[in-house]
């Protein structure tokens, strides 16, 4: 959520901020803004709605030319959106400018301290109250002020800091909320994701928690929370920046629905050497495995109803036990840890805040992570044990397609590794599961070209005039109902549930009613039958029953109203086919809805606060 872009060089300030912005938009926000600094002055314009206001508002300020400014999307927590909950905020000295990302959460408390010492504050954000925190510590020295304020302020942060009196530098500082620097000639960026800032650099300085950058033209300064320099290693950035460009689709989102053959072809083709598999750089030994107890799975969205799959297939191919957690949920149930126990923690974008929470109570209390990541060099990535990389490319729509469908077949593969490693695959059995594996990218691709025949579409434009969607199936045909149901809701604003389908009669049954859409996914094949009397339960009670099956399932032809076939596969893998209709059924309902598919509302891609 959120985005930050920060600036200091030789070119205007505006235009490179604007850009950045611009690059930031899958990350979701309601309202924008920017400072810049020159002649020893703040100017400051902001805008609720998306960057078009305020590319028009600053059309009509005509701001000086500058070469230091801060930028800022923000995405509502305190405070309705408006020009004034904006972002930049300022001291009321207009000494300081800053941008937050994140939560103060002690910001009543200091802003009750600050209102008794005469300070009056415009917004109704925590963010200003940093901003006058600062102004009213400022002693001449940015950094030495930003030291004290950081001791004072307790949460989530990402700021982007300029000072009049320094219109030569800009200071950042994270704690737990992602921000980078971009490092150029004779010019210096922050921002709070890489796509923001590939037209101008490929190289980065990735921040730790507590870590300050001073940034000015001719180089960055980087120091501990005690004022300790510290050297950091430069991250360079090799995938172009026209991948982040939709190369002719309408949408981000079916530009990497599409993508998603190719992804999964980078993700596992690498990773399946002369018959195994094979995680370069993973610790775990085999006698660790052998003796792993239990596994705990942590992740939020659709990364955790990937994990609900991996339980499916670790618990059957490894026999150890799963348990799968919301991370949000997860810390503050006081869950209970083992010895010779692993947690696993999946997350698209590495940032995710409660999954990074949850990742360092099990690391604290002993456990060793393993993390499945798409980003590398992010904060969970850097602070696990071991991290397994999808390698999926940058995802830029808000809901993730090629993000969840490469976590599964990581999972997949860390199934077969753990169960070799136990002694518990026969040659067979594993080089038949391999086998499938290879064939995902391949049987990926075939399905995605059935779906865009156009029989889904025109499905999608019967049917997007409904509010209410059922989704039902069975073991890892539910997983997939829920994920199913998760992009429908999500671009298309329907309301849409996902039921166990043997619980139907257990009350859900009731909203059941002439018309109503149920979409049934029925793959599994010791559940086929009990899925069609479930399907004949719906249809008894006047449902209109979309059946996702595979080919050569025809009995269940003979009881829904439309059926879309997959190949067939292994059941422990065909979660990766049957959300790949849903994926295209969403998008196009979310299109013929007048939706803004890659943008949905309310929505951020990275939720980088609780």
Request: charged residues 25%; contains cysteine; hydrophobic residues 40%.
């Amino acid at each position: 959520m959120c985005g930050i872009v920060g600036y200091i060089g030789m070119q205007p300030a505006v235009p490179v901020l604007m850009a950045g912005l611009k690059s930031l938009e899958y990350r979701g926000y309601d309202s924008a803004g920017v400072s810049v600094c020159v002649s020893d002055e703040i100017y400051t314009v902001k805008a609720k709605g998306d960057l078009s206001h305020l590319e028009a508002k600053l059309k009509e300020t005509a701001l000086p030319e500058a070469t230091l400014g801060i930028g800022h999307t923000r995405w509502a927590t305190h405070g309705a959106p408006s020009d004034v909950n904006s972002h930049p905020h300022m001291g009321r000295k207009g000494i300081v400018a800053l941008v937050h990302n994140g939560i103060i959460e002690n910001y009543l408390e200091l802003k009750a301290e600050l209102m008794e010492k005469g300070c009056t504050f415009q917004s109704e954000t925590d963010t200003e109250i940093v901003a006058q925190l600062f102004e009213y510590l400022y002693d001449g020295d940015m950094v030495g002020t930003l030291r004290k304020v950081l001791q004072r302020v307790h949460g989530a942060y990402a700021l982007g800091i300029i000072c009049k009196d320094h219109p030569d530098q800009l200071l950042a500082v994270r704690k737990d909320s992602p921000l980078l620097v971009g490092l150029g000639k004779e010019e210096n960026f922050i921002a709070s994701d890489i796509p923001a800032l590939l037209s101008y650099t490929r190289d980065y300085y990735l921040l730790n928690d507590n870590e300050i950058v001073l940034l000015k033209r001719d180089g960055v300064s980087i120091f501990d929370l005690d004022g300790n320099p510290i050297e950091k290693e430069v991250f360079h950035v090799s995938w172009d920046a026209s991948v982040a460009e939709k190369e002719g689709y309408d949408y981000f989102m079916m530009k990497e629905i599409m993508e998603q053959p190719r992804a999964l072809q980078k993700t596992i083709s690498p990773r399946i050497l002369e018959g195994n598999i094979n995680f370069e750089g993973i610790g775990l030994t085999e006698e660790m495995i052998a003796s792993l107890r239990r596994i705990h799975i942590v992740a939020c969205g659709s990364a955790w109803h990937a994990g609900i799959v991996g339980r499916y297939v670790l618990e059957k191919l490894t026999r150890i036990p799963v348990e799968v957690d919301i991370a949000s949920e997860f810390r503050y149930r006081d869950p209970i840890f083992g010895e010779n126990e692993l947690c696993i923690v999946i997350s698209q974008s590495g940032e995710t805040a409660d999954t990074l929470a949850a990742l360092r109570l099990a690391k604290q209390a002993g456990v060793r992570i393993l993390s499945i990541v798409n980003v590398v060099g992010s904060s969970i990535a850097r602070e696990s044990d071991d991290v397994i990389y999808t390698w999926a490319g940058p995802e830029i729509a808000v809901a993730t397609t090629k993000g969840y469908t490469t976590q599964l077949s990581v999972l997949y593969m860390i199934a077969l590794y753990f169960a070799k490693a136990k002694g518990l695959l026969r040659q067979e059995e594993e080089k038949m599961y391999l086998e499938e594996l290879k064939l995902l990218p391949e049987k990926t691709s075939q399905v995605l070209h059935a779906c865009n025949s156009g029989s889904i579409e025109a499905l999608a434009k019967q049917l997007c005039k409904r509010e209410d969607f059922f989704i039902i199936g069975r073991g890892i045909d539910y997983a997939a109902a829920m994920e199913s149901s998760l992009k429908l809701k999500e671009i298309s604003y329907i309301h849409s549930e996902a039921y166990a389908a043997g619980e139907l009669k257990h009350g859900t049954i009731s909203l059941i009613e002439e018309g109503t859409p149920v979409i049934a996914i029925a793959t599994q094949s010791t559940l086929l039958e009990k899925l069609v009397s479930n399907i004949k339960e719906v249809k008894a009670r006047g449902a209109y029953v979309i059946a996702i099956t595979e080919e050569g399932n025809s009995f269940v032809a003979d009881v829904a109203d439309e059926v879309i076939y997959i190949p067939k596969a292994t059941d422990l893998f065909t979660a990766s086919y049957n959300v790949l209709p849903m994926q295209i059924f969403a998008y196009h309902v979310a299109v013929a809805r007048g939706c803004n598919v890659d943008k949905p509302r309310n929505l951020a891609k990275s939720v980088t606060v609780e």
